[in-house]
Every structure is written in C-alpha cells, then in structure tokens.
T-cell receptor
C-alpha cells in the first residue's frame, strides 16, 4: 500500500531555479491538494484538483503552478524559486465527492531555497 | 488572521492518564472539524472528525468534543500511550464549500512513561 508518494524527499535550490515536486497516489482518489507547512504556522493550501483536468487555487498559490493530466499524478511546479518558498510541502488526496472524506497525506518534500 | 488556534504549543502527560488537546476557531461558517496526528519526517495522519450537527464523536481511545457556542473543540486520549507522542493538528472546513482545510499550528504531545 503505497498511498501518496512524494518525490524528492529533500531538495536544495538556488534563487531563480525552477523545479517540479512530484506527487502520485494509487488509491484512485479524485481529489488531490498541495499544502505547505512553515514554522509556527498550520498547513496552508496552495492548489487543489477535483479531478483530471480540473485545478483551482488555494490560499497561497502565487509562484506555483499545477496540472492534473491523470487521476494518479498531481505535480507542483515552482517557476522561479524564491527564499520565501523554503518550506515543507505536503501532497494529499481524498476520495471525492463526499465532502467529509479525510485527506491522506504524503510524507512531504523539504525544500530549501538559497 | 489565524482562524483555527491551538494555543498550547506543547503538552506533557503521564502514560495511562488522559491527554486533552484544545482548539478554538473564529469562523462560524466552519461545520466540519478534523484532528490529524503527525510524527517527525512523516505526513499528517487522519485521526478523528466531527460534524457540527454532533457534539461528540468517539473512536476507541480518542474522543472529540465540539462546543459550537464557544467555538471550541477538544481531543481526549484515554489512556495515553507512549506511541501517542506526536504533533496534533486541528483542522476545520466548510463542508460544502471549496476544498480548503484550515489548520491550527499544532500541539506537541509528549507521553511520559
């Protein structure tokens, strides 16, 4: 049971570089989301998707892009990395459309921007 | 503006005793609440949830209480076990709103053997 798999687990980037954080789930979940966790703050929603081809912005979307071409994958792209994007990123999925289905989280990607 | 607040950053409890973790919210539109548990270097794991139509929900050693008038919920763990040592996050959402879950800042629970 892989659940939600995130790669890489750790990454160091220089300011201005771009990269893609990968997220894959094998539970056939319709809904997928990206969160970031910063010290002293709760997890904050970046982008989410309610199905293949459908994405929407969350609370803190600036500087990030997403796409959902398959049910399984939901990559998060940093277009031009900034030190403010240093954070731990969590991908989550849940079985839609029941609104009370809980999120299942991956183990996170720890990203440092120098 | 922190809409979900966990005012105790940390809590230590003796093994076998009751652990009570608290959470307050300010947005009266929230009608569904969840607790997540997080170990270091892992993602949050869903623990228990409660809808605003209830004031209590139990699952084994875990009970969540909701006081809507006070905008307060609490998680009770009885009896506390060493494996319960983790960070606990409270989260809230509008059940038929968008996908956004609003999280608290977490409480680190340490169970003392």
């Amino acid at each position: 049971n892989a659940g939600v798999t995130q790669t890489p687990k750790f990454q160091v980037l220089k300011t201005g570089q771009s990269m893609t954080l990968q997220c894959a789930q094998d539970m056939n979940h319709e809904y997928m989301s990206w969160y970031r966790q910063d010290p002293g703050m709760g997890l904050r929603l970046i982008h989410y998707s309610v199905g293949a081809g459908i994405t929407d912005q969350g609370e803190v979307p600036n500087g990030y892009n997403v796409s959902r071409s398959t049910t399984e994958d939901f990559p998060l792209r940093l277009l031009s990395a900034a030190p403010s994007q240093t954070s731990v990123y969590f991908c989550a999925s849940r079985q839609g459309p029941g609104a009370d289905q809980p999120q299942h989280f991956g183990d996170g990607t720890r990203l440092s921007i120098l | 503006d922190q809409q979900v607040k966990q005012n105790s950053p940390s809590l230590s409890v003796q093994e076998g005793r009751i652990s009570i973790l608290n959470c307050d919210y300010t947005n009266s539109m929230f009608d569904y609440f969840l607790w997540y548990k997080k170990y270091p270097a892992e993602g949050p794991t869903f623990l228990i949830s409660i809808s605003s139509i209830k004031d209590k929900n139990e699952d084994g050693r875990f009970t969540v209480f909701l006081n809507k008038s006070a905008k307060h919920l609490s998680l009770h763990i009885v009896p506390s076990q060493p494996g319960d040592s983790a960070v606990y996050f409270c989260a809230a959402k509008v059940l038929f709103g968008n996908e956004k879950l609003t999280f608290g800042t977490g409480t680190r629970l340490t169970i003392i053997p």
